[in-house]
């Protein structure tokens, strides 16, 4: 899913960036971390200064729940705040899986 989002921006003229644990291999630009870090988040956003931002969240099931509960909770907290924090304000999609916060 995330090869063929980066392909269809990129194909569209978009410069695609990113942040992960791991480096995907068709980023344009990347920085390497994790979501809840605030300070690599400040960094990232105030080089890339985006208009439109995507936070997919495929983390279903981990042996270490508070971890996932970070990741999908806290990491988009972090991320609003840093992007409030620099004064940007661009389209950001989220998504995830009903199992993470209920089918409703």
Not at 23 to 35: A, S
Not at 89 to 103: D, I, K, Q
Request: aromatic share 10%; net charge positive; with cysteine.
């Amino acid at each position: 899913m995330l090869v063929g989002i980066i392909d269809r921006l990129t194909e569209k003229g978009w410069q695609v960036s990113g942040s992960d644990c791991k480096r995907p291999f068709r980023l344009v630009t990347f920085y390497k971390g994790n979501i809840c870090d605030r300070v690599t988040l400040l960094q990232a956003l105030a080089e890339v200064q985006p208009s439109a931002g995507y936070h997919l969240v495929w983390l279903l099931k981990s042996e270490r729940p508070r971890w996932s509960y970070a990741v999908h909770v806290l990491g988009i907290a972090t991320l609003l705040d840093a992007i409030l924090e620099i004064g940007l304000r661009p389209t950001l999609l989220v998504a995830s899986y009903s199992t993470v916060y209920g089918s409703g």
